[in-house]
């Protein structure tokens, strides 16, 4: 009696945890699906032939006529190969660049004392909640008078080879090393740049890793600024393109599809190439 | 060699300080001047006093504009709420969670422009989404998600979720892990259920994650942009009704070539965004004196 009870509260208590479980994967597979599904809708989309309905009831998601006809006309008719060129160009050059100048910067605001540097870091400080678009009007100003670069890469990649978040966590992360290590540099008689290179540097690389993981979707999904700069379709990046491209295939949902498939898929491959980077380098700003 | 010392810092200094002095300190003071002046880029500004912001104030499309601002707001606490809910459904260790984390995260990287189209695509009177309403018989009629003035915020809210539930999720989650398993089994040997564990468990844990999830969020639905530009066309919707405080900053400094009237409008951005800030600061030093 007393063991025929046991067994049935244990079977009870399996019985709630096995439904639990398929409830979580429930759950887990709806948020699957909607997250999932407008990126394989428009990838079957792109590969629809003239025969396969866009506008359907019931609606056709997979083509019953494959073709890579879509992805040739888009490719044909806009310098799709430039886009690429053009975002590879300013995307790489604000990373390295922009992660070498906040380093650097980062150095003397966490390790060394001097006049000005608290002043310096509130500055900077405040600096962080202004709202990137209300420099945008100076910002194009003086890319169409004093720079001359309107309509050039040179425009979107000059205004963010600085960061102040990028400043703030390379801060922290020099802060965390020991002086003993720098006094050893030093007593050594390497110069502070070679005690940031050789000794700072490679103690804090996975706070670098962060830094140009941020800066590198940042750069790659960048879109207001380069919008109002680049107007010549040699001259635009993958998103200014990709709008583009919308405006010129603005009845042709296949061609657009086709379009949003090629800008998403490189940055697709490369979070699935480094995805515990990724994530731990975009969330790790939290702790900053 | 004391010299030489005091002007290393200075050095290390001054090529990031150089280009925020240039492409944030300098605009700052610009768009301050620029906001008292009649200017339109081609031509030199003309100083008119206070004129655009009286213009401002009488402006009924700046007032829809800010009040689809505030509307947007609502994003944060839906963020919230739904991505701590998430992250607590994956932290739980099953098999094959790790992929789903992982596919969570996609669309936090693939970029709201590219996104927002692929929406728009399906949003579309002839699109998926009514195809598939109206062959389940939930839709008799077609709705015309883009083209209806009521709909334009909602979406764009959606959307605005849908890019960030991913991203939010990996923050708390990473929160959660650091919560100390003994917290939880303290709960249950006090008899809590499951929402009471993560009512008095959880979510004080999360507490750090949570105000940043609330600044972080709160000031990127203030400038939003990229959603409503997409999902409209670059057109702000029908009878404006996707005009945020950006967007009309855009239209009236990009496209009608007001970049005085424009600058008003960045300085109101400017002050709401302080006094958002600084409130969020007040919310955060109090959470903290309660612990």
Request: hydrophobic letters at 55%.
């Amino acid at each position: 009696m007393q063991q025929t009870q046991t067994r049935s509260v244990y079977n009870a208590a399996v019985f709630r945890q096995v439904i639990e479980k398929i409830l979580l994967y429930v759950v887990l597979c709806l948020v699957a699906v909607v997250t999932i599904f407008p990126f394989v809708w428009v990838f079957f989309t792109s590969l629809k032939g003239p025969n396969d309905p866009i506008v359907s009831v019931p609606p056709q998601l997979i083509p019953q006529d494959p073709t890579l006809a879509n992805y040739v006309r888009v490719w044909n008719q806009l310098p799709v190969w430039r886009f690429y060129l053009n975002s590879v160009i300013v995307t790489l050059s604000v990373v390295v660049l922009n992660t070498l100048f906040t380093a650097l910067a980062a150095y003397p605001l966490a390790k060394m004392k001097f006049r000005g540097r608290d002043a310096i870091f509130y500055l900077l400080l405040a600096t962080y909640i202004v709202p990137p678009v209300l420099t945008s009007i100076p910002s194009f100003v003086l890319a169409v008078n004093v720079f001359r670069y309107y309509d050039k890469l040179p425009a979107v990649i000059f205004p963010y080879l600085a960061g102040v978040l990028n400043i703030f966590l390379l801060r922290q992360a020099f802060k965390s090393v020991p002086d003993d290590l720098l006094d050893a540099g030093r007593m050594d008689g390497a110069s502070e740049l070679r005690i940031w290179w050789n000794i700072l540097m490679p103690i804090i690389r996975p706070t670098l890793a962060t830094v140009a993981i941020i800066t590198f979707v940042e750069q790659w999904n960048n879109f207001f600024w380069p919008s109002l700069m680049l107007h010549t379709r040699e001259n635009m990046t993958l998103q200014v393109g990709l709008v583009a491209l919308q405006g010129a295939f603005a009845n042709d949902a296949r061609g657009i599809a086709a379009g949003v498939v090629m800008t998403v898929i490189p940055i697709i491959i490369f979070f699935s190439a480094l995805q515990q980077q990724f994530v731990r380098g975009l969330t790790g700003a939290v702790k900053g | 060699m004391t010299k030489k010392l005091s002007l290393t810092p200075y050095l290390f200094l001054i090529p990031a300080l150089l280009v925020i002095a240039v492409f944030v300190l300098y605009p700052i003071v610009a768009v301050v001047y620029y906001s008292f002046t009649d200017y339109s880029i081609s031509t030199p500004p003309e100083w008119v006093g206070l004129k655009n912001y009286q213009q401002l104030m009488k402006d009924p499309i700046f007032w829809q504009a800010l009040s689809h601002s505030l509307i947007y707001l609502i994003v944060t606490p839906t963020l919230i709420f739904l991505s701590i809910l998430l992250a607590i459904v994956v932290n739980r260790k099953l098999p094959g969670i790790h992929a789903f984390r992982a596919l969570f995260f996609i669309p936090a990287i693939s970029g709201s422009i590219a996104v927002g189209i692929a929406w728009r695509l399906m949003l579309d009177t002839n699109g998926i989404i009514n195809g598939t309403l109206l062959s389940l018989g939930i839709l008799k009629e077609p709705i015309q998600w883009l083209a209806e003035p009521a709909y334009t915020l909602p979406i764009a809210m959606m959307l605005t979720t849908w890019l960030g539930v991913g991203y939010y999720m990996m923050v708390f989650l990473a929160g959660l892990q650091n919560i100390p398993e003994e917290l939880y089994d303290a709960a249950l040997i006090d008899g809590c259920n499951v929402w009471q564990k993560h009512r008095h468990v959880s979510i004080p844990g999360l507490r750090p994650q949570i105000t940043f999830v609330a600044v972080i969020s709160s000031l990127a639905a203030l400038q939003v942009f990229n959603e409503i530009f997409t999902l409209t066309g670059g057109l702000g919707g029908i009878l404006n009704s996707g005009v945020t405080i950006v967007f009309y900053l855009w239209r009236q400094a990009f496209r009608l070539n007001h970049a005085g009237f424009a600058s008003a409008i960045a300085m109101v951005l400017l002050v709401i965004t302080l006094a958002f800030s600084i409130m969020n600061i007040r919310i955060l030093e109090r959470g903290t004196e309660a612990d």
